[in-house]
Nanobody, 121 residues
Framework: QVQLMESGGGLVQPGGSLRLSCAAS????????MDWYRQAPEKERDLVAT???????NYADSVKGRFTISRDNDKNTMYLQMNSLKPEDTAVYYC???????????????WGQGTQVTVSS
């Protein structure tokens, strides 16, 4: 089993910053990609950013230039630095990882519990 612990959400004014963290623990041989998704009320869950094990990153157009995703492979932890936050960034943010528990297993998908980010004055 793999556990994901998210932290860092909260209430921030427009233009402010927050840093989200997602730490993976448990039965982990390797982690391929790590992602952040978000879901606003009455909307679908959308991909925000992805970072591969090699450090390559991809971002949704709506957050490019404002958000930065990174990971610490030694700590199995992923971060999302969010700057210049806008009210439309308000959502529950979820971390997602693809984990290989052992060398001979398939990759399994795991989701964090979600952390609320609210951007409001």
């Amino acid at each position: 089993q793999v556990q994901l612990m998210e932290s860092g959400g909260g209430l921030v004014q427009p233009g402010g910053s927050l840093r989200l963290s997602c730490a993976a623990s448990g039965s982990i041989f390797s982690i391929k990609a790590m992602d952040w998704y978000r879901q606003a009320p009455e909307k679908e869950r959308d991909l925000v950013a992805t970072v591969t094990s090699g450090g390559s990153t991809n971002y949704a157009d709506s957050v490019k230039g404002r958000f930065t995703i990174s990971r610490d492979n030694d700590k199995n932890t992923m971060y999302l630095q969010m700057n210049s936050l806008k009210p439309e960034d308000t959502a529950v943010y979820y971390c997602h990882v693809k984990v290989r528990p052992n060398p001979w297993s398939l990759e399994l998908n795991y989701w964090g519990q979600g952390t609320q980010v609210t951007v409001s004055s």
